[in-house]
């Protein structure tokens, strides 16, 4: 009787003892999440007391969850909108991580390099260019036989950031795109199949000949999928590559609260279609909550950072880390 | 009544676990009522929660909602036309191939097939049955599509590859059920028939079949469910693309297909709020279908 009494006064005592294990809940953009289930994993290595959980639910549940408040931080592919953080009680710090790209994937027998332009992809999506031989493609690939063929236009069907980041660099080479489509996760789009996923969309191109669709360019290249080398805003082409899109960002004028789009980016050496991507963290948090947040993210900007190469993205430019590791100091 | 009849040593034992009992069902009953209860509870809270979420469409598009063709979530313009055509042409393509095949497939189960061979085949249906969509959708992306694609259609996925990937789908519900009902038309009735010099084809017809009706509408409809909120294998095959067009192998879109792949990344609530929408529009389909079913059978029931 003693012992049992003894047993279970031990399992009450070490309740608390295991309730001082934390836990941190997030929620948000599947873009990045290979790059933050390492970063949780290796960080819980670190301070085993600390527990990280992310759902990959897409940037627009994070956006709403963090609205709502049911989880310690979020994570979007694209800024939040000042209407979207207006709905927000309380301050809302966008926290780039890493960057990503995409890229324009297409299925040409016998070319090996095809050349587009920004405005020549947007006239693609749009319906306006519908073969391959048209003069404003075969302009850019001289040289190179193009099939006279009907070109089938892929995209995604769910809503994504890859999209966002798509739309995005469209809407600013092509005024018409601008107009007629615009920028967000999901659009109306004016022609083409949709895909689910990145493997959707690589499935289709893959299949169906004289196809081109767009994917994140690590899907491309842990795939071997053929993209596009792209012309920059300095009329140099560019094939997508970790430092290409790293130029991109250091390119670019970073706005104190980070909220950048670096599409389109000047710099000869900037990939076009790139993207920041964000970790969404509340500048007032409770329980202690901030504290744990910040070391977290001081540790990623230093360490963590060196992770990415190896899962394909590509880590902060240094001017870009400096100034976030500043600005996280107001994180409490 | 009985107890003033009955003699009075028996009254006291036959009672006190008597009245225990009735104590019991009771409470057995409430409990079992209970059960039943939360599912009546769950549809409505279900239907109650659709409202309230897609309150700020219907408020903003009204019945216009559901008759016009733009799906715009930039510019918060939200019409469900294609997407109600997308499911209801892509399931009536599934039951208009499915049906025959399921329905002969079954007549040759019962009434021509040796016994061993229809356990085997039964086997195999009930399998296929078993098989999830998924798997059934990655089946269409990399065997139907190319086939397509090889037969003529531009893109290989379209309207028809999903009737079709459907009709794949439904056909063991339709051969399985139609089977356990023509198992059970009476043999007195079949043998009647033979006496008379009826043919096989005949039996089946003026018999077999006119008694398998009910049964037969039964699975159908059931199909017909199962067709209207079939999501994965639909999405991945359909093409995606909300557009209403006559030409069969052009791509479309369906109401489960476009909730699943735009909920999660709906940041706008008037996206969010449109979704549910569609949401509650497919409910309701499924409701009307369902309750068709019903009438239907119990009509036929009545009739016979």
Not at chain 1, 215 to 222: H, R, S, T
Not at chain 1, 307 to 315: F, R, V
Not at chain 2, 61 to 86: C, E, H, I, K, R
Not at chain 2, 274 to 300: E, H, K, W
């Amino acid at each position: 009787m003693k012992l049992t009494l003894n047993l279970i006064a031990a399992v009450l005592l070490a309740a608390p003892a295991a309730a001082q294990m934390k836990t941190l809940n997030g929620a948000g953009a599947t873009f990045p999440y290979p790059i933050y289930s390492k970063w949780f994993d290796e960080y819980h290595k670190v301070k085993p007391d600390l527990q990280i959980n992310y759902q990959s639910i897409g940037s627009g549940g994070g956006i709403r969850q963090v609205t709502e408040r049911t989880v310690d931080f979020g994570a979007s592919d694209g800024p939040m909108t000042t209407q979207q953080q207006f709905k927000v009680d309380g301050k809302i710090l966008h926290v780039p991580t890493v960057l990503g790209a995409v890229v324009p994937a297409y299925n040409l027998k016998d070319v090996t390099d095809l050349k587009l332009s920004g405005a020549v992809l947007a006239d693609i999506f749009l319906g306006k260019i519908t073969r391959w031989t048209d003069p404003a493609i075969a302009k850019l690939n001289e040289g190179v036989k193009l099939p006279d063929a009907v070109i089938t236009v892929v995209h995604r069907s769910d809503g994504s950031g890859t999209s966002y980041c798509f739309t995005d660099y469209l809407s600013k080479v092509s005024a018409e795109w601008k107009k007629k489509v615009g920028t967000n996760t999901a659009v109306n789009w004016p022609i083409g199949l949709g895909g689910k996923g990145n493997e959707g969309v690589a499935g289709l191109v893959k299949q169906t000949p004289n196809a081109i669709g767009y994917v994140e360019l690590i899907y491309a290249k842990q795939n071997d999928i053929s993209y596009a080398t792209m012309q920059n805003k300095a009329g140099k082409f560019v094939k997508a590559s970790i430092e290409s899109v790293t130029a991109a960002a250091a390119g670019v004028k970073m706005p104190a609260d980070f909220k950048v789009s670096i599409t389109d980016a000047t710099g000869e050496k900037a990939y076009p279609i790139s993207t920041f991507t964000w970790l969404l963290i509340y500048e007032k948090n409770n329980e202690g909550k901030g504290a744990v947040l910040k070391d977290f993210l001081k540790w990623m900007l230093k360490d963590g950072q060196a992770m990415t190469a190896p899962l394909g993205y590509a880590p902060l430019p240094d001017s870009v880390n400096g100034m976030v590791t500043k600005a996280i100091e107001v994180i409490k | 009544m009985s107890s003033a009849v009955a003699p009075a040593v028996s009254r006291g034992p036959a009672k006190v676990p008597g009245s225990r009992e009735r104590a019991g069902d009771r409470l057995f009953r409430l409990i079992i009522s209970g059960f039943a209860g939360i599912i009546l509870l769950a549809a409505f809270a279900l239907a109650w929660q659709l409202t309230r979420e897609s309150l700020s469409t219907w408020k903003t598009f009204g019945l216009g909602f559901l008759f016009t063709s733009t799906w715009d979530p930039v510019a918060d313009q939200f019409g469900a036309l294609p997407f109600l055509y997308g499911t209801a042409v892509s399931s009536l393509l599934a039951l208009l191939i499915a049906v025959p095949l399921g329905v002969g497939a079954a007549v040759f189960l019962t009434e021509l097939a040796p016994k061993r061979l229809a356990e085997v085949l039964m086997f195999a249906i009930e399998l296929l049955a078993a098989v999830p969509s998924v798997i059934l959708g990655l089946m269409g992306i990399f065997i139907l599509v190319p086939v397509m694609r090889s037969l003529g259609a531009p893109y290989g996925v379209g309207m028809l590859t999903a009737g079709l990937i459907l009709a794949f789908m439904v056909l063991p519900y339709i051969t399985t059920i139609t089977r356990e009902v023509l198992l059970t038309v009476p043999r007195p009735l079949k043998e009647a028939m033979y006496a008379l010099g009826a043919t096989r084809w005949e039996v089946v017809r003026g018999v077999s079949l006119p008694f398998a009706r009910s049964g037969i509408i039964g699975a159908v409809f059931l199909s017909l469910g199962r067709a209207l909120g079939e999501t994965m294998a639909v999405t991945m095959v359909i093409g995606n693309a909300p557009k209403i067009s006559a030409n069969l192998l052009e791509p479309g879109y369906s109401m489960a297909a476009v909730i699943a792949n735009e909920l999660a990344e709906a940041a706008s609530d008037a996206h969010l709020s449109a979704l549910v929408a569609i949401g509650l529009v497919l409910m309701g389909v499924t409701l009307v279908v369902n309750g068709a079913a019903r009438l239907m059978i119990y009509r036929l029931g009545k009739r016979s």
